[in-house]
């Protein structure tokens, strides 16, 4: 899902240590004894003499209380859903700067420095449960103060959350399987492809070495012209699609298969070799989940809600590197099982398909892959022929059928905007699906609540209830917490106020 971003760091987006200050200090009390002592008054004579304190030096007073300079650790912007439970950088379009900024009454960790003021003790993550009694005081201003024991606990939890989200990814990404080398050999697993997407067929490949194996999916591009290719032509985009940066939601390319590489293989040409093996497209899920849509809309709904979370971190990735995707639909994303997670899970949802990547060129923001994403979650929701028998400027209204279709009909029509600098960017987008999936909802909007204390509650009881739920069961913590981790790890209380006015605001 990275997940970006002109608004967050990506995650993986990149934890700052706190800056270090030096104070200031009286540097001539300190260097008057370093001084050498004058000609008329040898050494001696002071040794000789029965007052052996040295003379006074004139006072000085300094108002070193409001000019010292404090240790200061800056949190930048990066519980589960107000919905309920299971069923629950900047552009010149509707940009956060145009909407009325809201609940600014409220202050949170972006807001107030955490650790000890005027103190340049320890980095407060080295703060656990194992620290000595003893160490506390390093920690803490003051043990005996509430508040001072809040303010530095609550910036230990948002590290914490930072440390969990960075972990979880690299589980889940799990180790990149590399190019692979001399002496190594191929075998194909099976005689029929395990997915067709719009540009490629893919079969499971194992990757053999003198000590170690992989299990590799083979991409066999299927024809882009109507004139015979060479054997060995590149398809296009793939070489764009070799330098990207990695990212969980963009497919790895590991290697190239070289053509009649392995005999007895339904292709000849050369094909690439991914790291993720898909076992369906956006299109088969879609397809496959018609009948869960009907029965259980709020379950099918917010899966749909989580894949375009994942789609959205991929595409402010690109969007960062200034590039364009320009070929968002169903057939084109690919779904694959995240590494060491049981199948039936929330699948990692894969951008490919690079062929019509254009260059963003800053001066235009043509914002065609957030119109895309628009005309996608019509598609998600099967009212895809439905807008595309739509005439003019008319759109069709979503169908509501649960809390998720009812935040998603607030949102398409703002993807929809026939303005492209109208339409909200992919980074504004996932954080309005962030915080649609895990709250607040907008009775902190209509109430006009601190955004500061939900913020501070969550990040608190997150790492509550994923330990509650994960000691003793034997479960590891899957994709799904994972995207909540880092939601809450970057969300700042800008970010999450200007989705709240976005998607319920008048």
């Not at 934890?15 to 002592?37: D, F, I, K, T, V």
């Not at 004058?38 to 052996?52: F, N």
């Not at 076992?279 to 379950?299: F, M, R, Y």
């Not at 034997?474 to 106020?497: F, H, I, K, N, P």
Request: charged share 20%; with cysteine.
């Amino acid at each position: 899902m990275s997940d970006s971003d002109p608004l967050s760091t990506t995650p993986n987006q990149d934890l700052h240590s706190p800056s270090l200050y030096y104070p200031y200090s009286n540097l001539g009390e300190g260097r008057a004894h370093l001084l050498p002592s004058k000609p008329c008054r040898p050494r001696s004579s002071r040794l000789l003499s029965t007052d052996l304190s040295p003379p006074p030096l004139p006072q000085k007073t300094l108002g070193r209380t409001r000019s010292l300079p404090t240790c200061k650790t800056v949190h930048y912007s990066g519980g589960y859903s107000s919905l309920p439970s299971r069923e629950r950088q900047l552009s010149s379009g509707p940009t956060w700067g145009k909407l009325r900024r809201p609940l600014q009454e409220s202050r949170s960790l972006e807001d107030v420095p955490y650790g000890r003021l005027g103190h340049c003790g320890p980095d407060p993550r080295q703060l656990s449960f194992a620290t000595p009694d003893w160490e506390l005081g390093r920690f803490f201003q003051d043990l005996s103060s509430p508040q001072e024991v809040y303010k530095v606990l609550r910036g230990r939890q948002l590290d914490s959350l930072r440390c969990m989200a960075a972990r979880l990814g690299a589980r889940l990404s799990g180790p990149w399987p590399g190019r692979g080398g001399p002496g190594q050999g191929f075998r194909l697993l099976d005689d029929k492809p395990c997915v067709e997407s719009g540009d490629a067929w893919y079969y499971r490949v194992a990757r053999v070495t003198e000590d170690t194996w992989h299990l590799l999916a083979a991409k066999v591009p299927k024809p882009w012209s109507m004139t015979p290719e060479p054997p060995d032509a590149e398809p296009p985009g793939l070489a764009l699609q070799a330098t990207l940066k990695p990212h969980f939601n963009v497919q790895s390319l590991c290697g190239q298969l070289p053509a009649r590489a392995l005999p007895g293989a339904p292709w000849q040409r050369a094909a690439a070799l991914v790291a993720e093996v898909p076992t369906q497209t956006v299109a088969d899920w879609i397809g496959a989940n018609k009948e869960l849509h009907w029965s259980c809309p709020g379950q099918y709904e917010r899966q749909a809600c989580l894949l375009l979370l994942q789609l959205c971190g991929a595409l402010t990735q690109l969007h960062v590197d200034s590039l364009g995707h320009g070929d968002l639909r169903p057939e084109n994303l690919l779904l694959a099982s995240p590494r060491g997670q049981p199948t039936g899970t929330l699948p990692q949802l894969l951008l490919t398909n690079f062929a019509r990547a254009q260059p963003l060129v800053p001066q235009i923001l043509a914002r065609q892959d957030e119109l895309q994403l628009g005309l996608l979650i019509y598609e998600m929701l099967g009212q895809g022929p439905a807008l595309a028998h739509a005439r003019g400027a008319s759109v069709p209204p979503l169908p509501i059928r649960s809390a998720y279709s009812l935040a998603l009909a607030r949102l398409t029509p703002h993807l929809l905007q026939a303005e492209p600098h109208s339409r909200p960017s992919a980074a504004q987008v996932r954080v309005a699906l962030q915080t649609v999936l895990w709250g607040p909802g907008p009775e902190l909007l209509t109430q006009n609540l601190p955004l500061g204390p939900w913020m501070d509650i969550h990040r608190a009881l997150l790492p509550l209830d994923l330990a509650e739920r994960l000691v003793g069961s034997g479960e590891a913590a899957g994709l799904e917490d994972w995207l909540c981790c880092q939601y809450l790890a970057e969300a700042s209380e800008y970010m999450v106020g200007w989705a709240l006015e976005l998607l319920w605001g008048d």
